[in-house]
């Protein structure tokens, strides 16, 4: 591995940390502000990882990406979205 690519796998390391420590920032928040969310990086992880010839489910790629089963993190973390946050969402997702 060369060294751009060990900087960028360790920025994103920092990256899914830095996402751990604020459990309280909701998916559908990160989605309303930047357009993608922790379930974006699974998905992309996924479809990267074929790309290279890799074979990597979804839910191990959530489980690394949470750092945890998905399921235990929606049950631990996951707050329902509000009527406002799903209206922007759907706002943002039907252009």
């Known amino acids: 591995m060369d060294k751009e690519t060990e900087i960028q796998a360790a920025v994103f390391r ?3 940390a ?3 420590s604020r459990k309280d920032v909701q998916n559908i928040e990160l989605m309303n502000l930047a357009g993608f969310c922790r379930n974006c990086f699974s998905k992309w992880t996924v479809a990267e990882a074929e790309k290279l010839g890799v074979s ?3 839910e191990t790629a959530r489980e ?3 750092g945890m089963p998905y399921s ?6 996951q707050t329902p979205a509000t009527p406002e946050q799903l209206a922007k969402f759907n706002e943002l ?3």
Not at 72 to 77: I, N, S
């Open 72 to 77: 235990e993190w929606k049950e631990k973390h």
């Open 18 to 20: 830095h996402l751990d």
């Open 64 to 66: 690394s990406v949470y």
């Open 56 to 58: 990597v489910d979804i």
């Open 93 to 95: 997702n039907n252009k």
């Open 14 to 16: 920092r990256l899914l």
